[in-house]
């Protein structure tokens, strides 16, 4: 009977040795489970830093485009407004062209000389110059 009950608390202390051994299996596949989504959580947050940082440039780089698209509208705008004022000075001078004298050949005497055309004395500007004729460069006024 001793032998009996002696063999039964064996067979018990094996099975709770069996369920400590599957306890202790589950434990360590807990400790890879338990790393393996540490890792997980790590390069998760680490993506979504780069995915924030890489967010930031793409504005800055949206911000950059908008910038030059502005810029580059101002420019052509000044650009047709320049051409709009050379053809008005074209316009201009073609005009003054057409109503100035030209010079004149003298055919009479033989020889080219030329003569001299007939300005009104109103538009004559007699007053002398300030100006150097025999100066090389000249620096605008500061004001």
């Not at 940082?53 to 650009?79: C, M, N």
């Not at 000389?113 to 006024?141: E, I, R, W």
Request: aromatic share 4%.
């Amino acid at each position: 009977l001793d032998i009996k009950v002696k063999e039964d608390q064996v067979r018990e202390l094996e099975l709770k040795v069996q369920e400590l051994h599957k306890y202790k299996e589950n434990e360590k596949d807990t400790e890879v489970l338990m790393s393996a989504l540490s890792a997980m959580q790590d390069k998760t947050l680490h993506l979504e830093n780069s995915l924030s940082a890489e967010t930031r440039i793409k504005l800055d780089l949206f911000s950059a485009l908008g910038d030059a698209k502005r810029q580059l509208e101002i420019a052509q705008g000044q650009i047709l407004q320049k051409d709009q004022e050379i053809k008005d000075l074209k316009q201009k001078i073609a005009e003054v062209m057409a109503v100035m004298p030209s010079v004149v050949y003298s055919a009479d005497t033989g020889s080219m000389t030329p003569v001299t055309p007939h300005y009104s004395s109103k538009f004559m500007d007699t007053s002398p110059s300030g100006l150097d004729p025999n100066a090389s460069v000249y620096q605008p006024l500061k004001k």
